[in-house]
Antibody, heavy 117, light 110 residues
């Protein structure tokens, strides 16, 4: 079945780095835009970053430009988010999502990132 | 503060109808498709409506979406206790070049 599985979250100190991964299965990964969405516990959803199906076009939330980098490996059906210079306010559940026209039709279960000393 | 504006909460009795509004601007709702999601505690959001008014396979026709100008509305008829959840609207913002969402609306079925 169509599935997205995130990994790579954890506890990191302020200023540290993490690389999130998302393994896709059950669909032709290379045909879809993908997006990372995050959610601070108890709060709303926030768009983090998007990448085109071929990986040549990327978008980022203004507050994250220069610190986060999105990439994908279509041969491995995988999406990545490299997060550098992490701050306490980056603490959230990070979701990998598949973009369908005007919506996000497949969501992973989420991976938790905690930035704390 | 969210780019899109939703009421924090709505409530209605079982069997009744409720609507949830989502207000934005020309850079987001006004020129892009709107989607709606619901989220149960501890779970990932699930797509309810995409392209303003389309339902993915498996979503009952009790759920409907509409858009007019820079606002969108989610309608739910025949409310069930299982519909209690947080509901979010979302769309692409052409100016921010990012996916934006409303702050979420908590639905209570009394």
């Amino acid at each position: 079945q169509v599935q997205l599985v995130e990994s790579g979250g954890g506890l990191v100190k302020p200023g540290g780095s993490l690389r999130l991964s998302c393994a896709a299965s059950g669909f032709t990964f290379s045909n879809y835009y993908m997006r990372w969405i995050r959610q601070v516990p108890g709060k709303g959803l926030e768009g983090v970053s998007s990448i085109s199906s071929g990986g040549d076009i990327t978008y980022y939330a203004d507050s994250l430009k220069g610190r986060f980098s999105i990439s994908r490996d279509n041969a491995k059906n995988s999406l990545y988010l490299q997060m550098n210079s992490l701050r306490a306010e980056d603490t959230a559940v990070y979701y990998c999502t598949r973009a369908l026209s005007g919506g996000l039709d497949v969501w992973g279960q989420g991976t938790t990132v905690t930035v704390s000393s | 503060q969210s780019v899109l504006t939703q009421p924090p909460s709505v409530s209605a009795a079982p069997g009744q109808k409720v609507t949830i509004s989502c207000s934005g601007s020309s850079s987001n709702i006004g020129n892009n498709h709107v989607s709606w999601y619901h989220q149960l505690p501890g779970t990932a959001p699930k797509l309810l409506i995409y392209d303003n008014n389309k339902r993915p396979s498996g979503i009952p026709d009790r759920f409907s979406g509409s858009k007019s100008g820079t606002s969108a509305t989610l309608g739910i008829t025949g409310l069930q206790t299982g519909d209690e959840a947080d509901y979010y609207c979302g769309t692409w913002d052409s100016g921010l070049t990012n996916m934006v969402f409303g702050g979420g609306t908590k639905l209570t079925v009394l």
